[in-house]
């Protein structure tokens, strides 16, 4: 009996310190604090995938190598292309839009991105002409960024009736209702 007892008490320790923390919706006014607030999709060109002249990196996403050719994934917002053939002096040449984008890879001239709740599959074999060769529509939750990933604070609420969420914005709040 005690040892079942014990065994209880584990297994819901072990479920309670797995369980993924989620906002709260605070009640009590906080006043002005620093947080962050959700970046929303426009309604239209959310899927337009184009390619930009080079644009600085704010937040370093994941690193892509390939034929001396650096591909770094802008969270959020897509993929920046630098020359690396001379690697004392990286020259950025291209960013590659992809709205939503967390996570690339990369097979022969082909480069493979989530946007958004898509996967979009990205002919690379011509920098200045890229094109999309096919997007698997729905892949990924719609819902996927209610909170901010990896952040602990305050942040503005997530409203679902302003689009989907595209990243997080650091700014000044007042009196936010959400904390995680």
């Known amino acids: ?16 310190s797995s369980c993924e923390i989620v906002e709260f919706q ?3 006014p906080v006043g002005t604090v620093e947080g962050v607030r959700p970046v929303y999709a426009t309604t239209d060109g959310w ?6 002249d ?16 650096i591909y ?3 969270r959020y917002k897509g993929i920046h292309v630098i020359d690396n053939s001379n690697p004392s002096s990286p020259t950025p040449i291209k960013f590659i839009q992809v709205p939503g984008s ?3 890879a990369i097979k022969g001239d082909i480069l493979y991105a989530d946007n958004l709740t898509d996967l979009v599959a990205i002919d690379i074999s011509n920098l200045d002409q890229i094109k999309v060769t096919s997007r698997l529509e729905g892949l990924y939750e719609e819902g996927k960024k209610n909170y901010p990933d990896g952040y602990s604070g ?3 609420c997530v409203d679902p009736d302003k689009g989907i969420v595209v990243g997080w914005e650091e700014v000044i709040l007042e009196n936010p ?3 995680r």
């Not at 009996?1 to 309670?16: D, G, H, R, W």
């Not at 899927?47 to 930009?52: D, F, L, R």
């Not at 990196?57 to 001396?68: A, R």
């Open 1 to 16: 009996m005690k040892t079942q007892f014990v065994l209880s008490i584990f297994l819901f320790l072990l479920f309670v």
């Open 26 to 28: 605070n009640t009590e």
């Open 47 to 52: 899927n337009e995938i184009i390619a930009t």
């Open 54 to 69: 080079p644009q600085p990196i704010e937040y370093l996403g994941k690193i892509y190598y390939k034929d001396q050719i």
């Open 72 to 74: 770094v994934n802008e």
């Open 102 to 104: 967390e996570d690339i």
């Open 154 to 156: 305050y942040f503005e």
């Open 177 to 179: 209702r959400c904390f």
